[in-house]
């Protein structure tokens, strides 16, 4: 899916005339509103007279009741009453009174990006159509942030692609197109007060990820679906199954032979009897880490290289085989983890919340982590905003990693540029953060576990945005329920407190699936390490891997010494944290061989 939203004025008709799109929609004024390539059964268009609301995506939507109440709006702001109740993942866009709004979901999965196109703001759902009418430069700066381990830059940097001139819609944001082509960007959405307990944070869940689940589910459709064997992938495949999905499941045995998915993984598919179950080899070549995009891979990631970029080879390939089985969608676990699962500042918002039963939990963190009191005690202390914990994450860019015994409940997650990262790298990337520090208005919510919960949410819909980019036009969508916007609104609804429930693994989630889930397979406790895979791809991919220090072109940058990183392609180190900056290094100097720089073109024609 591809598309381009037009504002209702003769400049953006204009821009229509430049592109190539198999459907248009226009607005009431007869100029084009919507041009692009869409599949039909996920295009729902309601009409009240002049005014237009497209929904395109997975969704449930009573059409009278819609049509009834947009004939009642008195304004663009009034298509919240639509927009928050809806269930699904799908892009929104309303035509009214010569105005236009358009937006996605919240993590990211459906995005909007905007540029300026012959002196009028035009809105997209992905990158290509905007490269192809602005022919938008390289940003380097942008690209050294990519560097940063684990996970590049943190939000909101994490959102913006590495071109010049093209800008992400902001997290819980609409866009406004006026009828001059003008635009503004609108907060409509934040997370619901956290008041819920768990019987009401499970009830809730359980309602919005079985209608999240069902939504996606009809007659003569295959969905295929990871079965990891941990909570988030196995319970969507029970789900699934109760909504009467044909089912095939697909589940990679790790290397590592004290890593308990399999036997869970066995286990589940043993009581999903009408499902189809793969198990894919542990040392198959697609289950390692490879060296990123590779000329098979040309153009495929428009927004920049992503931190996923050395497993493409299994995304790949899972989707063909996904395809051969007849599937058309891929249900993923991602956003679990950050919905039902404890975020480093958790401790932080606990000991605020509940300080007499939040640090007893505390306590348990403190003990199963080896941190000492003095150091506990200064990370609780803690009162920094947003903006200075920012910067001061600017200033230790370059810093070692923080041992694994000393706590961090700081808003943002602490990435490190590499070492073989130039002074000048370095020297762009902290100046972007902090100038990101400065502008920023504030973080996604006023509870800093909230916060990184929801960031990182956003960088895992993110994940799964770039990965449907990839496999555009395979005829396969990967998805992840977890994510839709009902869904993370309950599960961040529930109070800190009983989402995290003492001496229970994700109990809000168990909780929430129970009944549905075997009360078996719910006795899980943790979770699977996979960082064999990533020493065992180093190992076997180390002549591919030192081809690209050879005429390095993030060395033409100037963003690394190449001397420097073949060296640690060399000799990695001993520990798991010691391959992130090289997978990260990696993703972008492969990035850049794949990747040309593009060139203006005004036919709208594929490159």
């Not at 905007?130 to 942030?145: C, I, K, M, N």
């Not at 983890?337 to 500042?345: K, Q, S, T, V």
């Not at 010691?578 to 024609?605: D, F, K, Y």
Request: proline share 6%.
């Amino acid at each position: 899916m591809e598309f381009v939203v037009l504002p209702d004025c003769p400049a953006g008709a204009q821009v229509a005339a430049r592109l190539r799109a198999t459907h248009r929609i226009d607005h009431a004024s007869g100029r084009p509103w919507i041009v692009g390539d869409w599949p039909q059964d996920e295009l729902t268009v309601v009409e009240a007279g002049p005014r237009r609301i497209v929904l395109l995506g997975h969704t449930r939507l009573d059409e009278t009741a819609t049509t009834a109440a947009l004939g009642r709006m008195r304004s663009l702001h009034d298509v919240d009453m639509v927009a928050s109740r809806l269930p699904g993942l799908f892009h929104l866009t309303a035509s009214m009174d010569g105005r236009t709004r358009v937006q996605g979901s919240v993590a990211g999965v459906r995005q909007i990006f905007t540029a300026m196109v012959d002196g009028v703001t035009v809105a997209a759902s992905g990158m290509e159509p905007l490269l192809r009418l602005t022919g938008a430069s390289l940003d380097e700066t942008v690209l050294a942030a990519r560097l940063l381990a684990p996970g590049g830059a943190p939000w909101p940097l994490a959102l913006r692609p590495v071109r010049r001139g093209i800008d992400p819609l902001g997290t819980g944001h609409w866009l406004e197109l006026d009828s001059n082509g003008r635009s503004r960007q609108v907060r409509w959405w934040k997370l619901p007060e956290a008041s819920l307990s768990l019987a009401q944070g499970a009830e809730a869940v359980r309602s919005a990820l079985s209608e999240a689940v069902a939504t996606r589910v009809r007659p003569g459709r295959t969905i295929s679906a990871d079965l990891s064997g941990g909570l988030d992938s196995t319970s969507l495949c029970f789900l699934a199954d109760a909504a009467g999905a044909d089912l095939v499941t697909y589940h990679v045995v790790p290397l590592d032979s004290a890593n308990e998915d399999t036997a869970w993984a066995r286990k589940a598919a043993a009581m999903l009897p009408t499902a189809r179950h793969h198990m894919l080899s542990s040392d198959r070549a697609e289950n390692l880490l490879d060296i990123g995009y590779t000329a098979d891979d040309a153009n495929v990631a428009p927004e920049g290289p992503s931190t996923w970029a050395s497993g493409l080879a299994h995304i790949q390939d899972l989707a063909k085989r996904a395809m051969a089985e007849g599937a058309s969608l891929h249900l993923t676990g991602f956003g679990g983890d950050e919905l039902f699962g404890r975020m480093p500042a958790c401790a932080w918002s606990l000991a605020r919340a509940h300080p007499v039963s939040g640090l007893k939990l505390v306590n348990r963190y403190r003990l199963a982590n080896r941190w000492s009191w003095t150091a506990t005690v200064r990370a609780l202390a803690d009162r920094s905003t947003f903006a200075q914990n920012l910067t001061a994450v600017a200033a230790r860019i370059t810093a070692p990693p923080p041992p694994i015994n000393e706590p961090d409940f700081g808003w943002v997650f602490a990435p490190r540029m590499p070492a073989w990262a130039t002074p000048d790298a370095v020297a762009a990337v902290r100046k972007f953060l902090t100038t990101a520090a400065t502008e920023t208005p504030g973080p996604l919510d006023a509870d800093r576990a909230r916060h990184q919960a929801l960031a990182s949410i956003v960088f895992e819909g993110k994940t799964v945005r770039q990965v449907n980019t990839v496999v555009a036009g395979t005829g396969i969508v990967w998805d992840a329920p977890f994510l839709d916007d009902r869904v993370l609104e309950a599960a961040l609804s529930t109070a800190v407190d009983q989402r995290l429930a003492s001496g229970r693994f994700k109990p809000l989630l168990t909780s929430a699936v129970r009944g549905v889930v075997p009360a078996d397979i719910l006795d899980r406790r943790d979770k699977g390490e996979f960082s064999a895979e990533a020493f065992r791809g180093i190992e076997r991919n180390r002549a591919r891997l030192l081809e690209l220090c050879e005429d390095s072109h993030l060395a033409r940058l100037g963003l690394i010494d190449p001397a420097a990183f073949r060296s640690a392609v060399l000799n990695p180190g001993p520990m798991s944290h010691h391959l992130q900056p090289i997978e990260t290094t990696v993703a972008c100097e492969s990035w850049l061989r794949t990747h040309p720089q593009p060139h203006t073109q005004n036919t709208g024609e594929r490159r």
